[in-house]
Every structure is written in structure tokens, then in C-alpha cells.
């Protein structure tokens, strides 16, 4: 079981990334998807979810800037981030839970919003 994530770089202020959340080994729409972030020196913290039936949640930070979504043909969760700001870079991860803890991570894109 295997969970990649991809789709971090480098953008300035105000730009867009989509990050990617592909699964194998398992049917993602089976979990619910989670993305976190991890800034340096700080805690990893939720940034949304999106439950297996489609539910959408989002931390107010990033509410009306971020959108989560899933594939379930491709087997993958998508984050599309925009409007980023520099306070949004950190390691992303994704993450798969069945409703209780997260059983499977990904390894981490690193996102770097700077002018």
C-alpha cells in the first residue's frame, strides 16, 4: 500500500499549485483523504479532508483559496491551492483513514510560496 504525493514547487505569492494524492494497493474511495501540512518548527496541521462519500472540509485558513476533490477512477485526491500566500509553505501530505486514525501517509511535497 502506497499513497504518492506530487505537485509541490515553488510559486510566487498569488500563484497556484495542485497537489496529487495517488494510491496503490488500495481503493481510495473506500478512506476518507486527508492533506496536512508541516512549516519548519512548527506542527504538522489539517488543511482538508474529504470523505469517502465526497464531504469537503477546510481549516479557515485556507477556506475560499483551497479546493479539495477525488477521482476515484485514478485512484487520487487532488488539492488545488490558490491565491497562495507565503504563510502556506510547508511539507504537504496526504493521508488515508477509514474514520479513525490515519493508516497510511504519504511521503510529503514540499510547497514554497516566496517572491
Known amino acids: 500500500v502506497q499513497l504518492q504525493a506530487s505537485g509541490g514547487g515553488q510559486v510566487q505569492p498569488g500563484g497556484s499549485l495542485r497537489l496529487s494524492c495517488v494510491a496503490s494497493g488500495l481503493t481510495l474511495d473506500d478512506y476518507a483523504v486527508g492533506w496536512f501540512r508541516q512549516a519548519p518548527g512548527k506542527e504538522r496541521e489539517g488543511v482538508s479532508c474529504?470523505?469517502?462519500?465526497?464531504?469537503?472540509y477546510y481549516a479557515d485558513s485556507v477556506k475560499g483559496r483551497f479546493t479539495i476533490s477525488r477521482d476515484n477512477a485514478k485512484n487520487t485526491v487532488y488539492l488545488q491551492m490558490n491565491s497562495l500566500k507565503p504563510e502556506d509553505t510547508a511539507v504537504y501530505y496526504c493521508?488515508?483513514?477509514?474514520?479513525?486514525?490515519?493508516?497510511?501517509w504519504g511521503q510529503g511535497t514540499q510547497v514554497t510560496v516566496s517572491s
Open positions: 493521508g488515508a483513514s477509514r474514520g479513525g486514525a490515519y493508516e497510511y
Open positions: 474529504i470523505s469517502s462519500s465526497g464531504t469537503e
